[in-house]
Each structure stands twice: as structure tokens, then as C-alpha cells.
């Protein structure tokens, strides 16, 4: 079993930041790309960043300069610091992480529950 919760979301106000949290747990070899999805009401859901295990970012276009994803590899959490926060950021955020339950397993991929961050104007 592995197990992604996160945490951190809540209400704020436009301009202002917030930080989201993953852990991985469970049985766990080791773990690739982690990532932050997003899901707003009524819509898909849609990458926002993604790292891999050796620090590698890549950003969507509507977070790039205001998002930062960063990664502690020794204790399987991912973060997400929002700054300038906008109330079309406001949307459900889901961590996803690559997983190896074994050294002769492969990755398979594992989803959080979602937190909600919600950015008033």
C-alpha cells in the first residue's frame, strides 16, 4: 500500500500565498516525478508542475513566476509554494507521484485525495 496526503490548502485572498504539502508513505523502493494537478469546477483536470527525483522542474505557463515545486527525496514529500495567488487559481490541487514498491517492481502511479484552495478577489 502507498499513501499520498496532502495538505496546506484553505481560503486566501487574492495576492496572497499559500503552501501545499505531499507525503508519500507505505511501502515505498523509491519514488520518480512527483506532480501538482489541479481541478476547478466544471473543468479537466490539468498539470501544473511536475519534478522529477533528481530536481528537474517543468511549469505550466499559468503558474511559471509564481509557483514553485520542490521535493525532499529522503523523507517522499513534494511542496508547492504559491505566491500571487489569483482567484482562477482557485481549484481542488491533487499530488501524483511515480512509485516502486520494490526493486523489481515497476513505477506505477499513486493520486492524493486533494486539497482545496480557494482565492478570493
Known amino acids: 500500500q502507498v499513501q499520498l496526503v496532502e495538505s496546506g490548502g484553505g481560503l486566501v485572498q487574492a495576492g496572497g500565498s499559500l503552501r501545499l504539502s505531499c507525503v508519500a508513505s507505505g511501502s515505498i523502493f523509491s519514488v520518480g516525478a512527483m506532480d501538482w494537478y489541479r481541478q476547478a469546477p466544471g473543468k479537466q483536470r490539468e498539470l501544473v508542475a511536475d519534478?522529477?527525483?533528481?530536481?528537474?522542474?517543468w511549469y505550466a505557463d499559468f503558474v511559471k513566476g509564481r509557483f514553485t515545486i520542490s521535493r525532499d527525496n529522503a523523507n517522499n514529500t513534494v511542496s508547492l509554494q504559491m505566491n500571487s495567488l489569483k482567484p482562477e487559481d482557485t481549484a481542488v490541487y491533487y499530488c501524483?507521484?511515480?512509485?516502486?514498491?520494490?526493486?523489481?517492481?515497476?513505477?506505477?502511479?499513486?493520486w492524493g485525495q486533494g486539497t482545496q484552495v480557494t482565492v478570493s478577489s
Open positions: 519534478i522529477t527525483s533528481g530536481g528537474t522542474t
Open positions: 501524483k507521484a511515480d512509485v516502486r514498491r520494490s526493486r523489481f517492481s515497476a513505477f506505477n502511479v499513486y
